[in-house]
Nanobody, 119 residues
Framework: QVQLAESGGGSVQAGGSLRLSCVAS????????MAWFRQAPGQEREGVAR????????YYLDSVKGRFTISRNNAENTVYLKMDSLKPEDTAIYYC????????????WGQGTRVTVSS
């Protein structure tokens, strides 16, 4: 059974930092595109960042460029999202996703971890 388990969310003040982790089980991520999405209350889900299998190609949502960093450790079957200089508009539930094709449909999703940024 494939599971993606996110952790690291929480409540921080604006300007603070968090690091989200996503550990995959039952699924080797080494050949998969890994991505982070988020969904704020009343809004549609949006892609925040994605990283190709080798980790050499990365894309970010414009609004998080320079503040968020996605990384992966294939040996530990884990992907990370380091979030710095957090803003209230970053408040959302953050989801980890895995798929065979970056930018396409993702095959597996985590349950999400909540991030709340207060001003």
């Amino acid at each position: 059974q494939v599971q993606l388990a996110e952790s690291g969310g929480g409540s921080v003040q604006a300007g603070g930092s968090l690091r989200l982790s996503c550990v995959a089980s039952g699924y080797p991520i080494s050949k998969s595109c890994m991505a982070w999405f988020r969904q704020a209350p009343g809004q549609e889900r949006e892609g925040v960042a994605r990283i190709y299998p080798a980790g050499t190609t990365i894309y970010y949502l414009d609004s998080v460029k320079g503040r968020f960093t996605i990384s992966r450790n294939n040996a530990e079957n884990t992907v990370y999202l380091k979030m710095d200089s957090l803003k209230p508009e970053d408040t959302a539930i953050y989801y980890c996703a895995a798929g065979q094709l970056c930018g396409g449909e993702y095959d597996y999703w985590g349950q999400g971890t909540r991030v709340t940024v207060s001003s």
